[in-house]
């Protein structure tokens, strides 16, 4: 199946710093790609569709002030959680989708612990 | 409003038996449904998908079956293998490839 790679798989910040994560689809072009968070105990949760040269669509709650979604190529989706707060702490994943294929592919997850 | 339940959070399981998850959703616009495994720390893989179309797909040792009428959807395991535990999430989607809603997820644990 497709590749999805996700960077790094785990990182911690101060609290009001700034994190990026980078969501990378290695052997295949993705037009979408999808960001989810997964608190603790609970389901993926989506936060927004990536769409390729365009503004990233941000699922009601998300605050995409917040969480700057960049899709600047068919192969790359970056996330930065901005002013980071310990509430952030989550695990996030992203996946990407390649024309015509209904399964989505998933990278690998980032673990952001916020201290 | 949850679209996507997964009721039973936890399964336990003796090797070579089957493993039996369930799955119900409310969104009767969804026109594929996916079972996904996940490990710990790790991001979910693909297991098998089925078309609104469609009642039962099998592949392998899985078989996902759909009921319609009841919007439910099922997923066997069959032998059952303690590489099997894991989480599982089921998820739904519509005309918008990859978008998905995932139910909670069940832990499934396949016991030697």
């Known amino acids: 199946g497709a590749v999805v790679s996700q960077h790094p798989s785990w990182v911690i910040c101060k609290s009001g710093t700034s994190v990026k994560i980078e969501c990378r689809s290695l052997?295949?072009?993705?037009?979408?790609m999808f960001w989810y968070r997964q608190f603790p105990k609970q389901s993926l949760m989506l936060m927004a569709t990536?769409?390729?040269?365009?503004?990233?669509?941000?699922e009601q709650g998300v605050e995409k002030d917040k969480f700057l979604i960049n899709h600047a190529s068919l192969t790359l989706s970056t996330l930065t959680v901005t002013s980071a707060h310990p509430e952030d702490s989550s695990f996030y994943i992203c996946s990407a989708t390649v024309y015509a294929y209904t399964e989505a592919f998933f990278g690998q997850g980032t673990r952001l612990t916020v201290v | 409003d949850q679209q996507v339940k997964q009721n039973s959070p936890s399964l336990s399981v003796q090797e070579g038996r089957i493993s039996i998850l369930n799955c119900d959703y409310t969104?009767?616009?969804?026109?594929?449904f996916l079972w996904y495994k996940k490990y710990p720390a790790e991001g979910p893989t693909f297991l098998i998908s089925?078309?609104?179309?469609?009642d039962k797909n099998e592949d392998g040792r899985f078989t996902v079956f759909l009921n319609k009428s009841a919007k439910h959807l099922s997923l066997h395991i069959v032998p059952s293998q303690p590489g099997d535990s894991a989480v599982y999430f089921c998820g739904g989607g519509g005309t918008s490839y990859g978008k998905l809603t995932f139910g909670q997820g069940t832990i499934l644990t396949v016991h030697p």
């Open positions: 052997d295949f072009q993705a037009t979408t």
């Open positions: 089925i078309s609104s179309i469609k």
């Open positions: 990536s769409n390729e040269g365009s503004k990233a669509t941000y």
């Open positions: 969104n009767s616009m969804f026109d594929y």
